[in-house]
T-cell receptor
Framework: AQSVTQLDSHVSVSEGTPVLLRCNYS??????LFWYVQHPNKGLQLLLK??????LVKGINGFEAEFKKSETSFHLTKPSAHMSDAAEYFC?????????????FGQGTTLQVKP | NAGVMQNPRHLVRRRGQEARLRCSPM?????VYWYRQLPEEGLKFMVY????????ESGMPKERFSAEFPKEGPSILRIQQVVRGDSAAYFC??????????????FGQGTRLTVV
């Protein structure tokens, strides 16, 4: 079965410092992986996606993620945090086994950005 | 091109009442997914529909919950005889028809159901 594990439930950084949100996946197939962001009481916005092309994926708002098959990881990074980055972040894998496009979500990581 | 539209944004129901949640997918999208988000948790898949067909309902509770996506009109998630444990945010997502290849889903703002 496919799954994702977000290794940190909360991450706190200072504004202007790097962000690292960790995600490990489990998949018997070549996975499609995504990062979504959810601001308080809002819907989800796609940050970036990996679908077996380049292993370093660039997304919106300066975020990027690197797919590492040997480590089964897809960590999200940003060089310099901004106050507006404070939100909930979800690592997501597409259920390739069923080929229905349904998504399997991690538990989420709350990013706090301190001034 | 409007995004995925969900209404109502907030819904309060008394125990035992029915809740109807509506979702209009993005234009050109024929795949609709419903997810539930309980407090402090990630989203959990409930059901996947295409026009007039339920494709995968493996995440739907066996009782009280139903979903449809008619030929005309929005997709409806219906919860009968609501209980306090149904209180959650319900998100709808849509994606275009791309056979054989997963594509990202576009999410609505969600409906926050509160059962009192």
């Amino acid at each position: 079965a496919q799954s994702v594990t977000q290794l940190d439930s909360h991450v706190s950084v200072s504004e202007g410092t790097p962000v690292l949100l960790r995600c490990n996946y489990s998949s018997s197939y070549s996975p499609s992986l995504f990062w979504y962001v959810q601001h308080p009481n809002k819907g989800l916005q796609l940050l970036l996606k990996y679908t077996s092309a380049a292993t370093l994926v660039k997304g919106i708002n300066g975020f990027e993620a690197e797919f590492k098959k040997s480590e089964t990881s897809f960590h999200l990074t940003k060089p310099s945090a901004h106050m507006s980055d404070a939100a909930e972040y979800f690592c997501v894998v597409s259920d390739t086994a069923s080929n229905t496009g349904k998504l399997i979500f991690g538990q989420g990581t709350t990013l706090q950005v301190k001034p | 091109n409007a995004g995925v539209m969900q209404n109502p944004r907030h819904l309060v129901r008394r125990r035992g009442q029915e809740a109807r949640l509506r979702c209009s997918p993005m234009k050109g999208h024929s795949h609709v997914y419903w997810y539930r988000q309980l407090p402090e948790e990630g989203l959990k898949f409930m059901v996947y529909l295409q026009k007039e067909n339920i494709i995968d309902e493996s995440g739907m509770p066996k009782e009280r919950f139903s979903a449809e996506f008619p030929k005309e009109g929005p997709s409806i998630l219906r919860i009968q005889q609501v209980v306090r444990g149904d209180s959650a945010a319900y998100f709808c997502a849509s994606s275009p028809p791309v056979p054989g290849r997963p594509t990202e889903a576009f999410f609505g703002q969600g409906t926050r159901l509160t059962v009192v």
